[in-house]
């Protein structure tokens, strides 16, 4: 052992610094729950005593809360004053859950992978898997908000637009299946911007397709977006104009089977829209903060979601294009274009 004792310094600076924002999670999911975040988005600052009345909760805790989140960076303090404010940007992330960078889903799905930490820690030992349907019930609201601001930003405005003639299809009137739709949100989304198509939505987990049922009445699309319980492997229908998988074909355990399926449901000038998790090819491109968050979700989730289902690929969420290009081209797809591409998420264009 050579210890140099100023890297030493530095790396455990930096652990605490991790241990911080680890111990935070709870208290933003906190936050969340109790509507503190949205008592103290847009109003004066605050006294702990102010933010209990205007939430119905305890003083103390509340004190002790907000100087853990002023500590943080996750809430202003006036030191002259004693009182706290959320910051426009701050507001955006806790509170607002209409902006692109709403990030409250992200802290839920954590408390899922902490409660679900034994399960996988046993798989290490065994090799088994451990299906999306055994996690926590968080996992499965906490995606869904997770990942909907990212939805909501791009779907129909910049993902839809960057394939070859498919905005136009949808506009006209066209046939779309949303595979491996979780609680069916992107469906939603899809319904509400395109009046004329019809959708439907396919996922293996019975309480998402409930969840998503409710969701499309609710938004008001339940004449053109259904759900179905089915296997991306084996849902039924074919000549479908748009087939979408996102953030799901490397949770499979049979990516390739899926995707021979996804080839013969198509219409013949039909187009796969397949959204994954931005990747690079090699593991030194994905080692930084969205590579280390990737990673990290795939060794709870993902990789042992595949590990559950039969062949259990397990591609991992960081498989990369060239990964995915595989896949394709086993499954019988000759043309693959990568249509557009942001910091999470790789968008291809898949035809046969
Ligand atoms: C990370 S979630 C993404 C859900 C949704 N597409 C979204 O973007 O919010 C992965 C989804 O894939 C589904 N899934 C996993 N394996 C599947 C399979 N073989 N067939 C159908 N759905 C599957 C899970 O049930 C889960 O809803």
Redesign the pocket.
Known sequence: MAVDPAKLEQFMGRIVGDMGSAISAALVVIGDQLGLYKAMAGAEPLTPAELAARTGTAERYVREWLCAQAAGGYVDYDASSGRFRLNDEQTMVFADEQSPVFAQGGFQVLTALFKDEPKITAAFRSGKGVG??EHDPAL?VG??RF?RPN?NANLTSSWIPALEGVEQKLRAGARVA??????G??TVIMARAYPRSTFVG????EP?IVRARAAAAEAGVGDRARFEV????DYPGTGYDLVA????LH????PVG?AAHVHQSLAPDGTWMLVEPYAGDRVEDNLNPIGRLFYSASTM??TP?SLA?EVGLALGAQAGEKRLRDVLTQAGFTRVRRATATPFNLVLEVRR
Do not use: I, K
């Open positions: 999306w349907h499965f995606t869904e990942f939805y949303d595979v491996g739709c979780g609680l949100t992107s396919f996922d293996y987990h998402s089915s296997r991306a492997q998988l996102f953030d799901c949770d499979m355990g049979d899926a989730v993902c979601a289902q």
